[in-house]
């Protein structure tokens, strides 16, 4: 069973592929094409350079949930390979993984090397034929189902089977439309909020652990850690809400209202605790007593958002204070003008269309020997590992399959 199989792209949906095509089918000749001049790159910079291989959610049910796009595609194939497949992959190949706190999974070395230095050596040892600087011009099936793979080179591969794992690539996806392939129009997903605004001037690097934020007049909403930063704010709150809401974002061309509450309570509750501080702590300076865990500095900048003097006591407020207060606690109006990239972790929505795919393999519903996962594909899902594990899951549900055996 000496088949060709050619992928595109050496990320990690194209490696993982690879190496599990390779371990089910050793005669099988494998090359994998990759246009820069390294491989891995998302993967060396993933997590701050630490490598966010997963997230420890190991039900299926519950893990297609974190996915704006994909779910109900995803839910078959984690049935066959899910995060803790993943992390024994992982360890029978010596890389020791743990779980932090937020479910988050990083090799205890804390560093991406050693997921790359595995999964080239995995490469390596299976005869994997990989190919930097081999941009792919063109590729075309020919009448026996085998396909034409033409580099920039000028260099033409006949493979058995291809597969595309090559990212957000406008190329590649120009190309799987003169196959025939459907694709939905990319947006960026994963992205941060630039919002100028006196309220948070000067106050980058501060969090609230546990905010809402929500897009005014609409049904997006999110929950989590709130970061200011120097453009605006990110954290996992506004990430989850870039994430859900990509295509309507879009639409507003990053332009919007949104509403924060920055110690996700209920605003009665909080105006009642505001009261009762009144009359506990009638004595003290607001601006030296901050409630709710809201970091000093930003609780005196909601004090003067507020209209009230940061040398007033708390017995100095008014009701009008006191609700202005609460307003600027639990439901304060920012104004959105812009988004930045996440850090250098770069996803988007938009891809394949997902009905012209057979997840059962990954394979091209339109196209014989055509396999396709990772970005290409319109699937993305909120930071936590989970982009990373799509990837896994569909290289190796295709890899296996484009050996020869795919799982039942």
């Known amino acids: 069973m000496g088949k060709r199989v050619v992928i595109i792209g050496g990320g990690a949906?194209?490696?993982?592929?690879?190496?599990?095509?390779?371990?089910?089918?050793?005669?099988?000749?494998?090359?994998?094409?990759?246009?820069?001049?390294?491989?891995?790159?998302?993967?060396?910079?993933?997590?701050?350079?630490?490598?966010?291989?997963?997230?420890?959610?190991?039900?299926?049910?519950?893990?297609?949930?974190?996915?704006?796009?994909?779910?109900?595609?995803?839910?078959?194939?984690?049935?066959?390979?899910?995060?803790?497949?993943?992390?024994?992959?992982?360890?029978?190949?010596?890389?020791?993984?743990?779980?932090?706190?937020?479910?988050?999974?990083?090799?205890?070395?804390?560093?991406?090397?050693?997921?790359?230095?595995?999964?080239?050596?995995?490469?390596?040892?299976?005869?994997?034929?990989?190919?930097?600087?081999?941009?792919?011009?063109?590729?075309?099936?020919?009448?026996?189902?085998?396909?034409?793979?033409?580099?920039?080179?000028?260099?033409?591969?006949?493979?058995?089977?291809?597969?595309?794992?090559?990212?957000?690539?406008?190329?590649?996806?120009?190309?799987?439309?003169?196959?025939?392939?459907?694709?939905?129009?990319?947006?960026?997903?994963?992205?941060?909020?630039?919002?100028?605004?006196?309220?948070?001037?000067?106050?980058?690097?501060?969090?609230?652990?546990?905010?809402?934020?929500?897009?005014?007049?609409?049904?997006?909403?999110?929950?989590?850690?709130?970061?200011?930063?120097?453009?605006?704010?990110?954290?996992?709150?506004?990430?989850?809400l870039s994430a859900w809401g990509a295509r309507e974002l879009s639409d507003r061309f990053y332009r919007f209202p949104i509403l924060i509450n920055w110690v996700g309570r209920d605003e009665e509750l909080v105006l009642a605790d505001l009261n009762d501080e009144k009359k506990d702590s009638g004595k003290k300076r607001i601006g030296n007593h901050a409630m709710f865990g809201i970091p000093l500095r930003l609780w005196k900048s909601m004090v003067e958002a507020a209209g009230i003097k940061s040398t007033a006591t708390w017995g100095d407020l008014s009701n009008k204070h006191l609700k202005d207060l609460c307003t600027e606690l639990t439901c304060a109006v920012f104004q959105v003008s812009g988004k930045s990239t996440f850090k250098e972790e770069f996803v988007t929505a938009g891809g394949v269309d997902l009905k012209e795919v057979d997840f059962k393999t990954f394979q091209s519903r339109l196209c014989p020997n055509l396999y396709l996962a990772g970005e290409i594909l319109d699937i993305d899902g909120i930071t936590g590992g989970f982009n990373f594990q799509a990837a896994w899951t569909g290289g190796f549900l295709a890899g296996n399959a484009m050996a020869g055996f795919p799982l039942d």
């Open 13 to 240: 949906a194209g490696y993982f592929a690879a190496i599990a095509c390779a371990e089910a089918n050793p005669e099988a000749e494998i090359i994998l094409l990759e246009k820069g001049k390294d491989v891995l790159g998302k993967v060396l910079i993933s997590g701050g350079g630490r490598c966010n291989v997963t997230h420890a959610c190991f039900d299926p049910r519950e893990l297609v949930t974190f996915y704006p796009r994909g779910s109900r595609e995803l839910l078959g194939p984690f049935n066959k390979f899910q995060p803790g497949d993943t992390m024994e992959w992982f360890a029978d190949r010596g890389v020791e993984l743990k779980i932090e706190s937020d479910n988050r999974v990083f090799p205890v070395t804390d560093s991406s090397q050693t997921i790359i230095d595995c999964l080239l050596e995995m490469a390596d040892s299976n005869g994997i034929t990989v190919l930097t600087s081999s941009g792919v011009k063109s590729f075309q099936p020919n009448d026996d189902e085998t396909w034409e793979v033409k580099t920039n080179d000028g260099t033409t591969y006949t493979a058995d089977a291809v597969m595309i794992a090559a990212g957000s690539s406008k190329m590649m996806w120009d190309n799987l439309k003169k196959v025939g392939h459907k694709i939905i129009e990319p947006v960026p997903s994963l992205f941060t909020f630039n919002i100028k605004d006196p309220r948070i001037k000067g106050l980058s690097g501060i969090s609230v652990p546990n905010a809402t934020v929500q897009i005014a007049a609409s049904d997006l909403e999110a929950s989590g850690p709130l970061l200011i930063t120097h453009w605006g704010l990110s954290g996992p709150a506004v990430l989850r």
